[in-house]
Nanobody, 116 residues
Framework: QVQLVESGGGLVQPGGSLRLSCAAS????????MSWYRQAPGKERELVAI????????TYADFVKGRFTISRDNAKKTVYLQMNSLKPEDTAVYYC?????????WGQGTQVTVSS
């Protein structure tokens, strides 16, 4: 079955950096686009970034453009989110996602807290 396991979250000061990882299994990783979403307390889950399978093209939400970078390693079946210049408003639980056969699959999430 599809399994997504996020890691790399934590507490960081404003302006700092974190790299999130999402290890995938149970499907042909290289054939699917992978996404990162986030959900802050009291807010809806929102898309952060997508990396497509063929060619690895990427799309970012406006609020992270220039600060976050999504990448993938198909050999390791892992997708990454490099987050730089973090702001307090980036505080949220970050989730890895894959859409397969019209079904959305999610990891358990990893907490990112940006605070001084």
């Amino acid at each position: 079955q599809v399994q997504l396991v996020e890691s790399g979250g934590g507490l960081v000061q404003p302006g700092g950096s974190l790299r999130l990882s999402c290890a995938a299994s149970g499907f042909t990783f290289s054939s699917y686009a992978m996404s990162w979403y986030r959900q802050a307390p009291g807010k809806e889950r929102e898309l952060v970034a997508i990396i497509r399978s063929a060619g690895g093209s990427t799309t970012y939400a406006d609020f992270v453009k220039g600060r976050f970078t999504i990448s993938r390693d198909n050999a390791k079946k892992t997708v990454y989110l490099q987050m730089n210049s973090l702001k307090p408003e980036d505080t949220a639980v970050y989730y890895c996602n894959v859409r397969r056969s019209s079904n959305d699959y999610w990891g358990q999430g990893t907490q990112v807290t940006v605070s001084s």
